[in-house]
């Protein structure tokens, strides 16, 4: 996997769970998860690198909170088409 991408689980036609994975991170393995926000989690890598976005609360978390996030990891913000599925749901 070179893209990141969004992957969402359903429970009943309603989002249960999301994440985000990072770009480039093919192998990686989450070590440490770091809670950042009220339904926003950041898995790491052994040497501190991000590797995805768990995306506990996918009703009540809004793009810009996803993308502040993103901003303090240094990691690209998403598009709002990146995030339709998410928020159609």
Do not use: C, W
Request: charged share 25%; aromatic share 6%; hydrophobic share 40%.
């Amino acid at each position: 996997m070179r893209d990141r991408y969004l992957e969402i689980t359903f429970r009943n036609g309603r989002p249960l769970a999301a994440y985000l994975y990072f770009p480039g991170m093919v192998r990686a393995r989450s070590v440490r998860t770091e809670k950042i926000r009220n339904g926003l989690l950041v898995d790491y890598e052994a040497e501190g690198h991000p590797i995805g976005l768990e995306i506990t609360a996918p009703t009540e978390v809004t793009s810009d909170q996803i993308n502040e996030v993103l901003g303090e990891l240094d990691v690209p913000l998403l598009d709002p088409e990146e995030l339709a599925q998410l928020q159609a749901a």
